[in-house]
């Protein structure tokens, strides 16, 4: 079984850069057909996509946040990481990490989700 854990900072000061990491265990992150995704869900609101990275390092964000946000990852720790600067009250949110089938484009497994707290 898949098993994803998000770690990472809980209070995020406005203007800094937020920083989650996720750890990936029984699935390898290179392994083919797969991209390694960032999720969140901001109080009182629905899900919306962040970014994803793929098996092979390539990268997508979503427009609304591409040039604030930056995902890179670690392959021998098997984990993948979440940066967003310039932060605000807005992007207080629960941040999942989960696995992207990218040619079907469906989730199939999540982390329990961080919630992280924009705030002075």
């Known amino acids: 079984q898949v098993q994803l854990q998000e770690s990472g900072p809980g209070l995020v000061k406005p203007s800094q850069t937020l920083s989650l990491t996720c750890t990936v265990s029984?699935?390898?992150?290179?392994?083919?057909?797969?991209?390694w995704s960032w999720i969140r869900q901001p109080p009182g609101k629905g899900l919306e996509w962040v970014g994803y990275?793929?098996?092979?390092?390539?990268?997508y964000y979503v427009p609304s946040l591409k040039s604030r946000t930056s995902i890179s990852r670690d392959t021998a720790k098997n984990q993948f990481t979440l940066q967003l600067s310039s932060v605000t009250p807005e992007d207080t949110a629960l941040y999942y990490c989960?696995?992207?089938?990218?040619?079907?484009?469906?989730?199939?497994?999540w982390g329990q989700g961080t919630q992280v707290t924009v705030s002075s």
């Open positions: 989960a696995r992207y089938l990218l040619l079907g484009d469906y989730v199939d497994y």
């Open positions: 990275i793929t098996y092979s390092g390539s990268t």
């Open positions: 029984g699935d390898s992150i290179t392994a083919n057909s797969y991209s």
